[in-house]
């Protein structure tokens, strides 16, 4: 249930065991390792160095550790750039080559680099396929992390000539599909392919977007390769690959998990707090700082169980303090523990820590790990030391499943249409998404996040909140379930070619609600105007669809000018703005309330979650709460007074 990121040959030989032995004793069962060991494992071409690694090995295995061993590619030893230096990717933004020292300094198009990364993953999984004291692999380490999905290397470009001579054939084909005759972009052959980089203006977005499904194609051939390679040497053994939040791969996140056994996710709440919320105000701001907001980690707990065919794991949880964000800020006492607590509850079957201990050179001195550089313990061991013996008070996780009655419609073509069209500078589908998911959470709902193929038959509420390009199988599903619909601004508004809907906007979804989107304006966040919904009046800013409005519809929120805002028929909505949060919040709990969804609404800072039979609730305020439980509530940790930054959970 708990483990810890470890790295051998940082540390002499002789404290191995002593590290092991305590790792034990905190009640950790599994240790990584291997992910950056490359120039350890092989010095020049062929000449390998096991002897190491195999001690290390037998030391944490005689510790009674269960062993995850990691393929090294993620960093590519000098020797190894210098024999083939086409392995460094090209930066799109600048066109300058992407240099040795740093990681991730490969190229998915390098057909040097791809013989190479499975060369070394067979070797690994010759020698450590069947060893018994692994129990599982890691692939590569966060695949895409640094940007590293783009390239404008040469390699990047004529594979990418090739990948549009498959999926168009014909190079009139392209030319139509991308409406190349504007600006007299029109190609004569598929040799002449550009990457949609470095020109005067702005490039075509279909151009933009056949290139991300490229780049995105790349990583999965070379992630699938590696699975098939380690799924030969090492039987029985489970495979998982270390996400980064999923609006940052620039892959298609379902794609890439598919062959794996499961999905683990790196949690490193406040760096992402500082990064994802950079443009929020002073004060929403600073309430977070040292928590992380409350939705954040959950937002990724639910993104990775949704595309994870077993229970997720966490495969690094921030300790402390980390060195990579804009700021720094240490976690409020209590919040690794709290974040620990809430992976499990959204489904996690095991969280690990990264890292055993803070290491004192090179690029992450900064960044806390479990024990500081002099061997003493950091704030976070003594939280795990607490964890560990709660976990024992809990009923088996295994058995006790999330279950909602709610799902967001996710696609990672929405971000990409969203990225390459921007239209107004506020608009960011991660963004949109994410307010409405925290407004369902705040209200204490359970949130499944699906892909448009899947089976709509558990759902009660079915949310898109955008997806410019919709499936016609997806608007046969919706047709066909029972569930309520809902769609956010932009959904169905463009074709699989990111042109725009020959119907208007909202393309498809008309099989559904007959509305028209005649127009759209973007605007300043700043620059808001009233929405009025139920008597109440909210705000609309950033993006407003002007929506007609025919017999057969019912408006249910307008705006200042008497528009309609919100429309619905039958069980479908269609939210032609973006709102305010309040808004999110005040529409979701009337129709929680309609369909009869069970919400659990606690507060600004306090989230609650079902599990099986089990609840948790999250208090990242700084504040104490009295909790109302339910009379057959039966506590397991905690009390019905939920301290700042504390948990509670219990069973009825
Ligand atoms: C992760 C990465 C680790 C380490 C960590 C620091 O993104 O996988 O290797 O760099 O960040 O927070």
């Known amino acids: 249930m708990l483990g810890v990121c470890y790295y051998p040959e940082h540390w002499p030989e002789t ?37 190491w690694l195999d001690r290390a090995i037998d030391t944490l295995a005689k510790a009674g550790l269960k062993v995850i061993m990691c393929t090294p590619t993620a ?46 993953t067979s070797v690994l999984g010759e020698r450590y396929g069947e060893h018994p004291a692994i129990c599982g692999w890691q692939t590569d380490n966060e695949l895409a992390c640094h940007d590293t999905t783009h390239s404008f290397s040469a390699s990047t470009k004529t594979a990418f000539q090739q990948w549009c001579k498959q999926h168009y054939t014909d190079i009139d084909a392209l030319n139509t599909a991308w ?12 040799e002449q392919i550009e990457l949609p980089y470095l020109a005067v203006t702005e490039t075509n977005p279909s151009h933009n977007l056949a290139y991300r499904r490229f780049s995105s194609d790349q990583v999965i051939r070379f992630h699938d390769e590696m699975i098939r390679i380690l799924r030969q040497h090492a039987p029985n053994r489970f495979i998982t690959h270390n996400f980064i939040p999923m609006s940052d791969t620039q892959t298609d996140n379902a794609a890439l998990a598919k062959n794996l056994d499961f999905v683990s996710y790196d949690n490193y709440p406040l760096g992402r707090t500082d990064l994802f919320f950079a443009n929020s105000s002073t004060a929403d701001f600073k309430r977070y700082m040292r928590t992380g907001h409350p939705d954040y980690s959950s937002y990724a707990f639910d ?61 992450e001195q900064m960044h806390a790990g479990l024990k500081r550089t002099d061997n003493s313990a950091a704030t976070a061991y003594h939280e795990i030391q607490q964890l560990y013996a709660e976990l024992a008070k809990v009923p088996d996780l295994a058995q006790q499943h999330p279950a909602a009655k709610v799902a967001i419609v996710t696609e990672t073509s929405a971000q990409w249409v ?61 047709a066909n379930s029972k569930a309520t619909c809902v769609f956010g601004p932009r959904s169905g508004a463009k074709t699989a070619e990111l042109t725009l809907a020959p119907e208007l906007g909202p393309g498809l979804i008309q099989q559904l609600i007959p509305v028209k989107v ?11 105007d009233a ?18 409005e025919h017999a057969g519809l019912t408006v249910v929120a307008r705006y200042h000018d008497n528009t309609a805002a919100v429309v619905k028929a039958k069980q479908c909505f269609y939210i032609g703005s973006l709102s305010c949060d309040e808004f999110l919040l005040a529409f979701f709990e009337a129709l929680a309330q309609d369909l009869a969804i069970a919400t659990n609404k606690l507060g600004k800072d306090l989230r609650s979650v079902q599990r099986g039979n089990l609840t948790f609730v999250f208090n990242y305020g700084a504040d104490a709460v009295k909790l109302s439980l339910p009379e057959a509530a039966k506590l397991l940790v905690g009390t019905d007074v939920i301290n700042a930054f504390d948990v509670v959970v219990y069973q009825q």
């Open 15 to 51: 404290i191995w065991a002593e590290d092991a032995a305590e790792m034990v004793a905190l009640g950790l069962k599994y240790v990584r390792i291997g992910e950056f060991a490359w120039s350890r494992l092989e010095s020049a071409p062929g000449v390998f160095h096991f002897d």
């Open 75 to 120: 960093t590519p030893p000098k020797w190894l750039i210098d024999l083939y230096p086409d392995i460094l990717p090209v930066d799109v933004k600048t066109g300058q080559v992407r240099g040795f020292g740093s990681r991730r300094h490969y190229d998915f198009s390098s057909e040097n680099y791809f013989r190479e990364a499975m060369r070394i």
């Open 179 to 190: 409406g190349n005759v504007f600006w007299s972009m029109e190609y004569q052959n598929f």
């Open 303 to 363: 993104q990775s169980r949704g595309i994870s065919k077993g229970p997720f794991w966490i495969m690094e949880q921030q300790p402390g303090p980390v060195n990579w964000a804009r700021h720094n800020p240490r976690p409020e006492a209590g919040m690794v523990r709290l974040w620990s607590w809430q992976a499990f509850a959204h489904g996690a079957a095991t969280v690990c820590f990264f890292r055993w201990r803070q290491v004192p050179f090179a690029q």
């Open 418 to 478: 969203t990225e390459i069209e921007r239209q107004g500078d506020s608009y960011n589908q991660q963004q949109v998404e994410f307010a409405y998911y925290s407004a369902l959470r705040q209200l204490g709902i359970t949130v499944d996040f699906i892909g448009q193929d899947q089976d709509l038959s558990p759902y009660t509420l079915v949310i898109a909140p955008c997806l410019p390009i919709v499936s016609q199988q997806f608007i046969t599903n919706c």
């Open 518 to 528: 005649l127009s759209v304006e973007t605007t300043r966040p700043d620059c808001h």
């Open 531 to 548: 929405l009025h919904f139920a008597g109440k009046t909210f705000q609309s800013a950033r993006w407003r669809e002007e929506l007609s």
